[in-house]
């Protein structure tokens, strides 16, 4: 007989019904006794609640309820009945309970009481147990699934663009080497250079910085596509807003205009933050709670103006403020911290990169909402993005938002072949390697845009966490690659 | 403004509605004109079905006309109206035709002919914009849905396991070494050994083949996850069936036993099938229609029993025939293939592992459906799989599946740590570096169980195609990472 009859705790919470019999299984976060009896509080991950099982020494027996510790795993069979105590409708009255494993307290590290976030990254394969990270990941999945139904709804076509790759067409930044050769003894050529044509792939391969380009190749088949999968960077950041391994969603749509592009952006920004708000309720609640103590320890300067659930209501109920790169200079130029000399980059000249502590005082400071900057300078932007009629800018986008930075960057693509391969030459990219993303301007192009939306940075924001190493499962940083 | 003022063409077709005015953009698939008119048939991707476009030479320029040739993107405004063709309901008077991107004739490798699929691989960035190319991505997308459709419905919750991982305990084949030392010149060690201290991660690390074990820490905190990612193998194999990248699905369960495994794959198998019938009855019957063409070129002996959508209708509305390995082996030493000394492997004892000749006889000439072989001998099965009473066997399953053999692999898992350790000495794989997998042994164990489903064997049984390079956009095969 199959062993799965358990009701999972979130479906028993969702009833009120009370008088007949159910199994439940989970893990043990408390358990109080008196002599007559012990309330026993029963995690199954299923929801951030838990369900009171109640257990009575004289059907119970002791060796059984002596094992009954934080962190057991156990199977509680018993009779649903209304709750005489506060704080849950109704619980379960024990008639069985089998220990399926045991947890020493003497050795089990998720003890009932606050753990550090720097401890529990250290045991990451046991700190899903606990409520923070049991919330955060059951809002991931939320986040995940919102991605994948929005875009379907839409008729956009999900593609799974290499993970490994020869081209690092962006230039953006470095990249991990991926190969099969002997690292202690490589095979070289004449000339004593490694040999690559004895390498798995015949070539220098590498992880993927972006599926974008791929992702465009599709986009003029099936017109509508998105990515949703894993990139990297090699860059040796140790900070809290960087991972090597972070999973990216790159839509890119055949027949978009640059205010197409940020129209969607928005839009799909609104709808995901929307559906955890609808769909995570019980884990929004406890993170917004957790992110107001985490708040109140902070000095008044530095604390929120808003709390968790109402900025992110607030994003979800505001247009997002549309600025182009040249008005955002001239409002930074004249604003207090750059007359004052706050700002560590002064902004003096157009044409400078914005630093994070503009971005913030964008959005934070000035507008108080998220804001769509666009139309950059051609020399700080990528050779793919189309260039404007002004000779000087071009179609790109960033998404700001409160406390989290540049969320989404995009742009409308450059389509036309000459001006695309004139800007490959200036820049220095290669064309013959990228033989197939000219194709795509020699067969059939249209005008086309897409976005990159850093799926961390969106659990960040919905989670209100502050290190980007608390929402991912098994974070990889320089260092870092336990579990 | 904006510039995406069109209707898809599958919203197009969707309704009756005549006498209003629409914009419509796509590719050119093929014109043909006389002097009074030219018929223009343009797909968009959205759909496999192209829309009629009508041309009167008196109303488009003749110099936009003559560019109107396989492959050219263009936009038409015009009036929809019935067709007094056959072969449509309705199709639009073209007002105005303006042409978004030429395609060259005489350079355009996709001409309206029949092209080898061997000739599509090689231009991958443009296949998709092909009948058998668009069907088949716009299948694989309706079934990546329908995968997280599933499980979030049963409230599973999609954990992202990591790519990069300094585990390589299943042993299962070769890996990618992901590094960012010089190759030239990598630093070594006095012992005169590679110094991966100085690697980016401080050790060695490698591309994943599995996100297994990770996933089941997952399980045993969440209790139904699961991940859906690439996964890799530096095998040397060019066959029809491997790839060096392919995505994977694999759900872990805490609280299942093998039974409750087995019921779910087969839940989830035939309903990720059904979504497909369901929601992509034009391109699957496109699909069935070719793969009963390549069937007709065949020898009447290599022939399938059935058409693509007649197997796809079988596996969904059939049990799934359950049995031991045991028994599988009794079967096949008394079948007259073994007899008459066909099969390459004869079965002659207990204990041998099946090829695939064996499992293909067991699923399409002995049971004629799908095959879930379970209990495996435990020498030839994983160590992490949970020990039977027999001492012999393993609580493995295989499912096996018609022209494809092994779709699914997967077991309950060992949570005894005794005997999980106790096979792990046996099989000499180390403790120290899978503390973590052993800590959800030593804490809070509970009978738990999972499986693994190759994503691209699932596109190529439902698409009814041969190679699995043609499957996936951008297939990485040993000497292949074009794209």
């Known amino acids: ?118 401890f529990l990254r250290e045991i990451a394969h046991l700190r899903m147990r606990t409520n923070t990270f049991g919330a955060i990941f059951r809002v991931r999945h939320a986040l995940a699934f919102a991605v994948h ?77 998105y990515t949703f999968g894993p990139t990297f960077r090699a860059e040796n950041s140790n900070t809290a807003r960087h991972l090597a391994e972070f999973w990216m969603i790159e839509p890119e749509m055949a027949f978009f205009d640059a205010e197409d592009n940020q129209n969607l952006a928005e839009d799909f920004l609104k709808y995901v933050i929307s559906y955890a708000l609808e769909n995570c309720q019980d884990d929004l609640v406890f993170l917004d709670q957790r992110a107001s103590e985490e708040d109140q320890a902070k000095k008044v300067e530095l604390r929120s103006e808003m709390g968790l659930l109402e900025r992110l209501n607030f994003v979800v109920n505001n247009e997002f403020e549309r600025i182009t790169y040249t008005e955002a200079i001239h409002i930074l130029k004249n604003s207090t911290p750059n007359k004052k000399k706050k700002f560590q980059f002064l902004i003096e000249d157009w044409g400078v990169d914005l630093q994070s502590e503009h971005e913030r005082f964008l959005v934070e400071k000035h507008f108080k909402k998220p804001v769509i900057l666009t139309d950059y300078p051609k020399e700080i932007k990528s050779f793919y993005m189309r260039q404007n009629d002004d000779g000087k800018t071009v179609a790109a986008m960033d998404i700001l938002f409160p406390g989290i930075g540049e969320i989404v960057g995009g742009s409308q693509r450059e389509e036309r072949l000459e001006l695309l391969t004139k800007r490959m030459e200036e820049m220095d990219i290669p064309q013959e390697e990228m033989w197939w993303y000219l194709d795509t301007r020699r067969f059939g192009a249209a005008p086309h845009a897409g976005f990159g939306l850093g799926f961390e940075r969106m659990v960040l924001f919905v989670t209100g966490m502050s290190n980007i190493r608390d929402v991912i499962a098994f974070p990889r940083t320089p260092g870092n690659a336990e579990f």
């Not at 080497?177 to 040999?195: A, S, W």
């Not at 380009?213 to 986009?219: I, N, Q, R, T």
Request: proline share 4%; net charge negative.
């Open 1 to 118: 007989m199959a062993f799965n009859s358990r009701i999972k705790i979130k479906s028993l919470l969702e009833s009120d019904e009370t008088g007949h019999d159910v199994t439940i299984m989970g893990w043990v976060r408390t358990k109080r006794s008196n002599k007559n009896v012990s309330f026993i509080a029963l995690n199954d991950g299923s929801t951030i609640k838990n369900y009171q099982a109640v257990a009575d020494p004289n059907l119970i027996p002791e060796d059984i309820l002596k094992k009954i510790t934080t962190g057991a795993c156990i199977k509680v069979t018993g009779e649903i009945v209304q709750s005489q105590g506060a704080g849950q409708q109704t619980e379960i009255i024990s008639k069985s309970i089998e220990i399926l494993g045991e947890a020493d307290p003497e050795k089990f590290p998720l003890q009932p009481k606050k753990h550090s976030l720097e």
């Open 149 to 225: 139904k929005y875009f379907n709804d839409k008729g956009f076509f999900y593609i799974h663009t290499p993970i490994i790759t020869a081209s690092d067409a962006e230039g953006a930044g470095e990249t991990f080497r991926v190969t099969t050769l002997d690292l202690k003894n490589p095979p070289k050529t004449d000339k004593g250079e490694i040999d690559y044509k004895e390498d798995f792939f015949e070539r220098e391969t590498n992880l993927t910085v972006s599926g974008q380009l791929e992702g465009e190749l599709a986009a003029m088949a099936l017109s509508e596509i």
